[in-house]
């Protein structure tokens, strides 16, 4: 409908609207999406619309989707000294540490998610996600990974029917987008502390260090 009436105002105007530059009202269908996107303009679109089922229970999905995380990889527990100690689903379940740190992990992909229109900022903020990460002791990058089933597996669960085949395959593509982004900032991490730690030391002048003392053999 909305097409047709844009051709119906296009024509109204006659040769008219060949002599100035105003841009084709008859365009139809979504704009095209960057490239750099693994989405269409239509899976976007799904995307964006089937995360406002999730952004209204943002907390239960993320209670969800890291009770799946332990249960897959209990070994994850001992990095979080909050509450590495929650043994059982329902010590997890009613854990307000818990809460907390996934509602912080949920705003994350809320952001990331919402941000899928401006891939500049996106990737700039996913980056710095990322990055973050290697302030955490014993942090390997794939654990960006483990990640992935469980969130699949808490989105389902919340959407319930509204998690058809055709949305299942979105979202699969959209968090492997995110995890691989994350990754990719961890990786430019090191490589900027190493730039950087070449660069102080290139420029910092040599400085003799005094003899070591003997050892007592």
């Known amino acids: 409908m909305g097409c047709e009436l844009t051709k119906l105002a296009g024509s109204s105007n006659g040769s008219n609207s060949k002599s ?91 952001e990331g998610i919402r941000g899928l229109d401006d891939l500049d900022t996106f990737f700039e903020f996913i980056h710095q996600v990322g990055a973050s990460h290697r302030r955490i002791p014993g942090f390997k990058q794939e654990y960006f990974w483990r990640i992935e089933e469980p969130f699949l597996s808490a989105v389902s669960t919340t959407l319930g029917d509204r998690y058809t085949q055709n949305v299942e395959g979105i979202y699969k593509l959209t968090i492997k987008f995110i ?18 730690t070449t660069t102080t030391s290139s420029s910092t002048p040599a400085t003799k260090l005094p003899d070591e003392p003997n050892r007592a053999s």
């Open 20 to 110: 100035n530059n105003m841009p084709s009202l008859d365009a139809c269908g979504p704009p095209p999406v960057d490239s750099r996107l693994p989405l269409t303009a239509k899976q976007k679109y799904t995307m964006v619309a089937s995360w406002k089922g999730i952004s209204r229970a943002m907390e239960t999905t993320g209670i969800t989707m890291f009770i799946k995380l332990f249960e897959e990889h209990a070994d994850l527990l001992n990095m979080f000294t909050k509450f590495k100690e929650l043994k059982t689903k329902e010590q997890q379940a009613t854990s307000e540490e818990l809460q907390e740190h996934a509602n912080k992990v949920m705003n994350t992909l809320d």
């Open 179 to 196: 995890i691989e982004t994350l990754v990719a900032g961890y990786e430019a991490s090191a490589n900027n502390n190493v730039d950087n």
